[in-house]
């Protein structure tokens, strides 16, 4: 053991931890183990598959044909004078960015209890993960995405993408934010009331629906627009599809306003979690 | 010399059956009946759950104002019963749960052991896991880089580092997660009955290591339930019982003082200790030994011949049928040494209608030197294999060397075993090795 490697540091277990400390130098000081995990995650998931990674793309991809064919072709929904594939892949692929960290982030406790009963780390380290992997196949599904995009514009059937494009990082981090904020809270719950998890899907399925993904917001009535742009999801949707698709025009103000709604969750979900972190493993 | 933990009045407490119940619809019935109706719990267990002593009400107490304080490179040994807060006080110390009161200073980078091979993922190579386990344990990934080849090397796995760990033996997994464990770079572990896998030959390796790192400066705190190991690595002990500290100073004090825990049980009568489970339609009054002339002893000799006695008792005024009784004989290191029963005793199920007595009756006692203690209980014979009661630690008792073998000397180890020696004239064996033929 290097003296120069060995961290030095006196701490405190104590009942209670400040309800602002969130001990983030520590949560950089386990930084590695995000990656660790996430290679596990990425690694792990797709051995002894026939189809590996290849997962990531069809399930979207099989969405997108059904809701082509039922809400485009016989229910003759809108997709806002776009090529309905593109206008269902994109709204597909950003509601499943959204659902699968927030799944992912409320069934952290329970998931994990097989670690988190046996060592300590961070446990925001295990929903940051979570994102990050997400991210990650998110990617790879917007390059399908780009790919049926660019032959759709060979076919001139759409005008492409606009400036308003260099926006996709930050509706990224808006979901993310929002995803972690709404994850980790139902996390904390789930810990104490396992029943709620089931509802935790079913409560996303809901909210899919009220979110612009199979309509445009063009289609709602003109006096409850305001009301689907409560949804803080609805103006990140309609902001990508007015980037990459030209439909529509970007909400600013919707964008702002899920931008502070985003914040606001992350910051409450975060306290909560720490206070419920130290206590978790004794109810799960 | 500096200080490299200290505990100052930890406290532990659970509330019985309120954070039990685990679901939503559950605790609004629980907070409706008893808040608002005023009325009992609906879903208070019908039978108190088991008590070690460390219950207040509805309250457990799983640690209950405990403090110690540990200097920089000392090793100490943590022993104490099943249910004494051992676990919860090390799951404490590594911040797994929270005290609910009280407060402890770590002085220095803290790993805990609390189970070998934690987040051990099947489908990733040895090599992953090192790396993954590693960093779950604490360990930056230069720190593993560093010790690589030494952890590889410890758990003897070279030929097999980039197979996935599913296609190890049991053997070669408990020695990789174990290697990974020792290698650790921490000022303060937390070792917690680990030691309890793997082969003799790798656990005396284990232990070899542990003693290693201890004189390298490194503060060890041990739980284990093996006295053996406690003695070879530990100078000072500190005792558990109830969720107290009751006892702090050399590892030899320490054990006779946890030993004396037993008798100290014992002593109230067994009928109306109420520490046991079950369903209790039928109870047991009281246990004891005879030795062949009907007298009760506390002693046995090995070899001798002895009848195991349980008065039990129906308590429900009708009688209990298919019941099936048993003994369970334990070392004083927790090492489940025989099992009497009604069953493996060839009597098959029985029912009581008052009181009656089961007996035991053992031919040549098997088992040699040393400690022993005793369970007894009362079960359904089929189906669930429901208690009806069972106590454990109903009994202490001390077994002497005996002539086991009617050879005027007693037999070696755990137990003695009957057999016959014979030798039979083989035809002599020819080495054609080129040295033997010179030889010849």
Redesign the interface.
């Known amino acids: 053991?290097t003296d120069a490697?060995?961290?030095?540091?006196?701490?405190?277990?104590?009942?209670?931890?400040g309800f602002l400390d969130l001990r983030l130098s520590e949560l950089w000081r386990?930084r590695?183990?995000v990656f660790?995990?996430m290679?596990?995650d990425l690694?792990?998931g797709y051995?002894?598959t026939i189809l590996g990674p290849l997962w990531l793309v069809i399930p979207p991809l099989i969405s997108t044909v059904v809701f082509t064919i039922i809400f485009g072709e016989i229910a003759q929904l809108s997709s806002d004078g776009t090529p309905r594939v593109l206008f269902y892949m994109s709204g597909i692929m950003m509601w499943g960015y959204f659902n699968a960290c927030v799944v992912g982030n409320a069934s952290t406790f329970t998931s994990q209890s097989?670690?988190?009963?046996?060592?300590?780390?961070p446990r925001l380290i295990v929903p940051l993960t979570n994102v990050l992997t997400t991210t990650i196949s998110t990617t790879i599904q917007f390059l399908m995405f780009a790919g049926f995009l660019m032959y759709y514009m060979a076919q001139n059937l759409t005008e492409g993408p606009n400036i308003t494009a260099f926006l996709l990082p930050l509706l990224l981090l808006v979901s993310a934010s929002l995803a972690i904020g709404v994850g980790v809270l139902l996390s904390a719950i789930t810990a104490?009331?396992?029943?709620?998890s089931f509802l935790v899907s079913y409560g996303m399925q809901l909210w899919m629906y009220a979110t612009t993904v199979i309509y445009p917001l063009s289609s709602v009535p003109e006096k409850y627009r305001f009301l689907a742009l409560l949804n803080p999801m609805t103006s990140i949707i309609e902001t990508f599809r007015h980037a990459f698709l030209g439909s529509g025009v970007v909400p600013w103000g919707g964008l702002l306003y899920s931008g502070v709604v985003a914040g606001a969750s992350l910051t409450i979900g975060l306290l909560i979690f720490n206070m419920v972190e130290?206590?978790a493993?004794?109810?799960v | 010399m500096t200080l490299s933990l200290s505990v100052e009045n930890v406290s532990k407490r659970?509330r019985l059956g309120t954070?039990g119940s685990?679901?939503?619809?559950d605790?609004i019935k629980r907070w409706w009946s008893t808040k608002i109706m005023r009325r009992g719990d609906p879903l208070s267990p019908l039978m108190p759950a088991i008590d070690h002593g460390n219950r207040d009400g509805d309250i457990l107490w799983a640690v209950r104002d405990v403090s110690f304080s540990v200097d920089e490179g000392a090793v100490i040994g943590i022993i104490g019963k099943n249910g004494a807060g051992k676990s919860t006080l090390l799951?404490?110390?590594?911040?797994?749960?929270?005290?609910?009161?009280?407060?402890?200073?770590?002085?220095?980078?803290l790993a805990?052991l609390?189970?070998v091979g934690?987040?051990f993922?099947g489908?990733?190579t040895g090599r992953?896991n090192i790396?993954?386990n590693g960093?779950?344990?604490?360990m930056?990934?230069?720190?593993i880089r560093r010790r690589f080849d030494e952890i590889v090397d410890f758990a003897e796995i070279e030929e097999f580092i980039d197979t996935?760990v599913k296609r190890y033996s049991s053997g070669m997994y408990v020695r990789l997660a174990f290697s990974v464990a020792a290698h650790l770079?921490a000022?303060i572990m937390i070792i917690d009955e680990v030691l309890a896998v793997g082969d003799i030959g790798f656990q005396k390796k284990c232990l070899g290591k542990i003693s290693d790192s201890s004189s390298?400066g490194r503060t060890i705190l041990f739980v284990s339930h093996r006295m053996d190991h406690i003695t070879a690595l530990c100078p000072r002990s500190i005792v558990m019982q109830a969720g107290s500290l009751v006892h702090d100073g050399p590892t030899e004090d320490a054990l006779s003082y946890y030993y004396r825990l037993f008798d100290t049980v014992e002593a109230s009568p067994l009928a109306e200790r109420l520490d046991r489970r079950g369903r209790g339609r039928v109870r047991v009054l009281d246990v004891w030994i005879e030795n062949q002339s009907g007298e009760r002893v506390e002693t046995i000799i090995t070899g001798q011949t002895l009848v195991f006695k349980m008065r039990i008792r129906n308590m429900t005024g009708k009688t209990v049928g298919n019941l099936s009784a048993g003994i369970g004989i334990f070392s004083f290191s927790n090492m489940f040494a025989a099992s009497l029963s009604t069953t493996e005793g060839g009597l098959g199920a029985f029912s009581v209608e008052d009181e009656m007595i089961v007996a035991f009756r053992v031919e040549r006692m098997s088992l040699n030197q040393g400690q022993f203690y005793l369970n007894c209980s009362v079960r359904s014979a089929t189906g669930a294999y429901e208690f009806d009661d069972l106590i454990e630690n109903a009994k202490t008792f001390h077994i002497d060397y005996g002539d086991f073998h009617g050879i005027g000397q007693s037999g070696g180890g755990f137990v003695s075993i009957e057999h016959h020696a014979e030798t039979e004239v083989v035809e002599a064996h020819t080495d054609k090795s080129p040295q033997a033929n010179a030889v010849g």
Request: net charge positive; charged share 25%.
């Open positions: 053991m490697a060995r961290i030095q540091k006196t701490y405190t277990i104590e009942p209670h931890r386990y590695h183990l660790m995990f290679r596990r690694v792990a051995k002894q097989g670690i988190f009963s046996k060592v300590y780390f104490k009331y396992r029943d709620l130290r206590t493993m004794d109810t | 659970y954070i685990g679901t939503a619809s605790d799951k404490i110390l590594s911040q797994i749960t929270a005290p609910t009161s009280g407060r402890i200073r770590v002085n220095g980078r805990s609390l189970e934690t987040g993922n489908e990733l992953d790396y993954l960093g779950i344990l604490g930056t990934p230069p720190e996935p770079e000022d390298a």
